[in-house]
């Protein structure tokens, strides 16, 4: 009784394919038990399984150009859609990432150190369950994006004690939290997450140097004490270049799983990640990716016993960012005019509403 799957998953009238096509003109035809349709619904129903706690889900390779950013919106996505919200996706590069870049919508230029100026209050016991909301970036599938610093020239650098604080605040207001922690293996910030980390997620294409970097990755986390994380760490191999090679290499490495998925051009193509334009196929495969990572979270939190409230006693001692008197357009913007956008400033800069010709030369 405890394994059968949900109500529903076998008898509900298919949506997909000849049957769903047929149930569209009333007729109430079930999926086939062993099809892709009923597939589908047992990863969503996998991915809305109770997790106690409030996990850290940290995507990383050392080698950029793996997928990465693009792995860190599709998992927040979709744990979003399916858990109803409280899923935040936290770019924790050093600097300038681009999980803001990449995700469905960025509406506003708040990202950790206007959260770390806030840290007290929003960590107060009067504190509202939305009054971090301002700070992130929501999304349609109702999780939220924390972006990392986005200010030119900039010299200040997220370390441990900024990511403990942040990981602090938002254990405090959301469920579930998805961390990019970017590229640099050696940075403060990739260390913490590493050592905080409830689940590795390590994306990987068929190229020798991506493996390497994530076999890499995995002694390192394994040689620094985490060998348990390193076991139970979920491997997505995008299916790109070689791919036998690259998966005999890796189905030797001694982690949880290693999943192949369909390489997408879309998540590749640098835009933003909007779940409801990517193909059923692509949705799918990611859906699995989704599902194999909260079955990990759940055996790994109840193996621990999360506890009710977290130990850690940590001094806020950030002061919140002065508001700054507008400035001429950036580089950045040329950007978005150049794409038909409207670029932040450009109406304070020509009060008639003309739109100068900043075209960036491309």
């Known amino acids: 009784m405890l394994l059968a799957p949900a109500p529903g998953v076998e008898t509900d009238p298919?949506?997909?394919?000849?049957?769903?096509?047929l149930n569209a003109l009333g007729l109430r035809v079930r999926p086939n038990r062993t099809g892709i349709e009923v597939s589908y619904r047992r990863a969503v129903e996998?991915?809305?399984?109770?997790?106690?706690?409030?996990?850290?889900?940290?995507?990383a390779n050392p080698k950029?150009?793996?997928?990465?950013?693009?792995?860190?919106?599709?998992?927040?996505?979709?744990?979003?859609?399916?858990?109803g919200g409280q899923i935040v996706a936290w770019d924790a590069n050093e600097a300038c990432g681009?999980?803001?870049?990449?995700?469905?919508?960025?509406?506003n230029s708040d990202g950790v150190w206007e959260v770390l100026g806030h840290a007290r209050e929003l960590c107060s016991p009067n504190?509202?369950?939305?009054?971090?909301?301002?700070?992130?970036?929501?999304?349609?599938t109702l999780d939220e994006i924390l972006a990392s610093d986005q200010t030119p020239g900039g010299t200040a650098i997220v370390g441990r004690d900024e990511c403990a604080a942040l990981m602090a605040v938002l254990r405090r207001h959301h469920a579930m939290v998805i961390a990019d922690v970017g590229n640099n293996e050696r940075a403060q910030g990739f260390r913490w997450a590493i050592g905080n980390a409830t689940q590795l997620v390590i994306p990987v294409i068929g190229h020798r140097d991506a493996v390497v970097a994530a076999l890499r990755l995995l002694d390192g986390v394994a040689d620094a004490g985490h060998q348990q994380l390193a076991e139970?760490?979920?491997?997505?191999?995008?299916?790109?270049?070689?791919?036998?090679t690259a998966a005999a290499a890796l189905d030797n490495a001694r982690v949880a799983g290693v999943l192949r998925v369909a390489f997408d051009p879309a998540l590749a193509s640098g835009e933003r990640i909007v779940l409801s334009r990517l193909p059923r196929s692509t949705i799918r495969a990611w859906?699995?990716?989704?599902?194999?990572?909260?079955?990990?979270?759940?055996?790994?939190?109840?193996?621990?016993?999360?506890?009710?409230?977290?130990?850690?006693?940590?001094?806020f001692s950030w002061a919140p960012k002065q508001s700054e008197p507008t400035q001429l357009p950036s580089r950045l913007q040329a950007y978005a005019v150049h794409t038909g956008g409207s670029a932040?400033?450009?109406?304070?800069?020509?009060?008639?509403?003309?739109?100068p010709d900043w075209r960036p030369g491309w």
Do not use: M, Y
């Open 14 to 21: 298919a949506q997909w394919g000849w049957r769903g096509k």
């Open 46 to 59: 996998r991915i809305r399984q109770p997790l106690p706690g409030t996990p850290l889900v940290v995507v």
């Open 64 to 83: 950029g150009g793996t997928g990465v950013t693009p792995t860190v919106v599709l998992l927040s996505a979709l744990f979003g859609r399916h858990r």
């Open 98 to 107: 681009t999980l803001a870049a990449r995700a469905a919508n960025c509406s």
């Open 127 to 140: 504190s509202d369950a939305s009054s971090l909301a301002r700070f992130l970036q929501r999304q349609p």
């Open 232 to 244: 139970d760490a979920v491997v997505v191999l995008a299916e790109v270049g070689d791919i036998p």
């Open 287 to 315: 859906s699995e990716v989704a599902a194999t990572v909260a079955d990990s979270i759940a055996q790994t939190l109840a193996d621990r016993n999360a506890p009710l409230e977290t130990a850690d006693d940590i001094e």
């Open 344 to 355: 932040k400033g450009s109406q304070a800069a020509n009060p008639a509403g003309h739109v």
